[in-house]
């Protein structure tokens, strides 16, 4: 059997929303280079619908896969919506991703709900923080933070 | 393209002449070589040529020769036996290097939790460790020097004669891990006063699962497998006849044609060193002289490893990576850390290991699809974008 489902093999080598949207509304940025995987997402946001979305990552296959793919699941979706995604349903969407592999989905769900915070930061409009993930400890890299 | 691999320090593919020889042993002569009736004393003809040859190769006796299911057993059995006799008198410090392979490194991990002190020698930027490093370290309760040949993804040689000679003097135990250099370079446990030695055959077209120990007359060795009589009562175990036969034929044949094979070899790894070198941020691991003729290891800044190794694989290129996606756990590849390299770039390494079957349009093509990925990946890469833009600055200039 092959490390990665053909969805996944499909997302990686064909990413969907590669790229940066000039005066994003919102940005999010996870991870560290120091245990390999980086997420960005840019969100451009219309009447509380994500209007478009790009993601830029610098990982393995199933961290780049799990940015296309939670990148497609919340497009054209409401920040509601899009805030409500986790990073099972990237899984499953991928149809699964090897147990070692599965920091990578944890990723892309955070660095949209980053985006996110930072787009309700930016306007000013009030929001529950405890929804968000805390960068500052976040387990996957705290095994590196030194 | 068809496929090219490039993986050869993982595993070759096997000789056609080690194949043909070995068909006959699982074929009529199938005997244990334990039996006294004549087809059993066939495959004990052919165990007892193919220890001859295999010693002749290396330069000692056949009774020094024993053998294994490989590289790691080889330095499991190495390292567990010197520590016996160290133990015996008392001497319980082992001396090896940051950068050796796992075989070697949780074997000494294992010793240390029964009270072994260990000292791990720092590699250095080029990825090689000197015999004054070594001379410095040895101490009165010194009971093992354990020092590879040449490293499994850096590629470097060390200075093995020099570091025998040292040991020599010293009256301490000399182990080395040749999986890497043994059919690739040339080896002579007299020249190099190397007391011990591991080989596997799967490194130089023999089979798997079969390897060899050398150890020099005197030093008692400790077995990791009792039961039968079997290579001296030191390992225990029906001898595995055809692998025996197809690694003494396939190390006769890479032993014969190295010359040649070394001069081809030199060339194409350098047209690669070279092509791989043009792209911008990009470093060569180790040391570019001492170094099997076999090895190309970059690390390239801002991109993983993991993705570039699957696109490679797109492309047809079987090639490894030391980054830590591709290994499974967190931390990238040990050896590149151990050579001064941060996380963020060991992340980014790309290994090519060579074998004679490769041929010039192989490597050209290697050159630009490698150019290509890298390109590719960097374009999606929020740290070479920081980097591009002055917002951090580039570790490898
Ligand atoms: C330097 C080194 N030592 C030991 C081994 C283990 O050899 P084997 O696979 O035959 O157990 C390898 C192979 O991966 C190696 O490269
Ligand atoms: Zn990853």
């Known amino acids: 059997m092959a490390l990665y489902s053909e969805k996944v093999m499909d997302h990686f080598r064909n990413p969907r929303n590669v790229g940066v949207i000039e005066n994003a509304d919102g940005i999010g940025e996870v991870g560290n280079a120091k245990c390999g995987d980086i997420m960005k997402i840019y969100l451009k946001i219309e009447d509380g619908i994500i209007a478009d979305v790009k ?65 309700y930061e930016k306007n000013g409009i009030e929001y529950d923080k405890t929804q968000f993930p805390n960068c500052e400890n976040c387990s996957h890299c705290s095994a590196h933070a030194e | ?135 410095n370290a040895i101490r009165p309760d010194t009971c093992l020097v354990s020092v590879m040949y040449a490293n499994n993804e850096i590629g470097t040689i060390q200075p093995i004669e020099k570091i025998g000679e040292i040991c020599r003097k010293k009256g301490v135990i000399f182990h080395t891990d040749a999986v890497q250099a043994v059919g690739h370079v040339r080896v002579d446990v007299q020249r190099e006063h190397i007391d011990m030695l591991s080989l596997s055959a799967h490194k130089f077209h023999g089979s798997k699962g079969i390897g060899a120990l050398y150890v020099r007359k005197g030093i008692p060795l400790t077995s990791l497998i009792e039961g039968g ?54 470093v060569l691991n180790g040391d570019c002289e001492k170094r099997l003729p076999t090895n190309v290891s970059f690390c390239f800044e801002g991109i993983e490893g993991e993705s570039l190794l699957l696109l490679l694989d797109d492309k047809g290129i079987c090639a490894s990576s030391g980054s830590a996606c591709t290994s499974g756990s967190l931390d990238p590849s040990h050896v590149l850390l151990a050579i001064g390299r941060v996380h963020d770039i060991a992340h980014g390494s790309l290994r090519l290991t060579l074998s004679e079957e490769n041929t010039e349009e192989e490597i050209k093509y290697t050159v630009s699809a490698v150019k290509e990925v890298v390109a590719y990946l960097r374009g999606m890469s929020p740290i070479w974008r920081d980097l591009v833009n002055g917002k951090k600055e580039f570790i490898i200039k």
């Not at chain 1, 990073?87 to 769900?109: I, R």
């Not at chain 2, 396939?250 to 010359?259: G, K, Q, R, V």
């Not at chain 2, 040649?260 to 047209?271: A, G, I, Q, V």
């Open chain 1, 55 to 119: 993601f830029e990552t610098f990982g393995c296959g199933s961290a780049i896969a799990s940015s296309s793919m939670a990148t497609e699941l919340i497009k054209g979706e409401p920040v509601s919506e899009a805030l409500a995604l986790t990073n099972k349903a990237v899984v499953e969407a991928l149809d699964g991703l090897p147990a070692h592999k599965l920091h990578c989905s944890v990723l892309a769900e955070e660095a949209i709900k980053k985006a996110i915070q930072d787009y």
């Open chain 2, 1 to 135: 393209m068809a496929q090219i691999y490039l993986d050869n320090a993982a595993t070759t593919k096997m000789s056609k002449t080690a194949i043909k020889a070995m068909l006959p042993y699982m074929d009529e002569i199938y005997g244990n070589p334990s039996s006294l009736h004549s087809v059993g004393q066939k495959a004990a003809e052919a165990l007892t040529e193919s220890r001859r040859r295999i010693a002749k190769r290396l330069g000692c006796d056949e009774k020094e020769i024993l053998f294994t299911s490989g590289g790691s057993e080889s330095d499991n059995q190495a390292i567990l036996s010197a520590a016996t006799i160290g133990e015996r008198k008392g001497k319980k410090h082992i001396v090896s290097t940051a950068f050796e392979h796992h075989a070697v490194l949780h074997t000494l991990q294992k010793l240390k939790k029964h009270g072994f002190e260990i000292t791990l020698l720092p590699v250095s930027e080029d990825g090689l460790i000197t015999e004054q490093q070594v001379e």
């Open chain 2, 229 to 282: 009589a079997q290579e001296r009562g030191k390992r225990a175990g029906t001898e595995n006849i055809p692998a025996i036969v197809g690694m003494a034929v396939a190390l006769d044949e890479a032993c014969e044609n190295m010359e040649k094979n070394t001069k081809k070899l030199t060339k194409l790894r350098n047209m690669l060193i070279d092509g791989l070198s043009t792209i911008p941020h990009s």
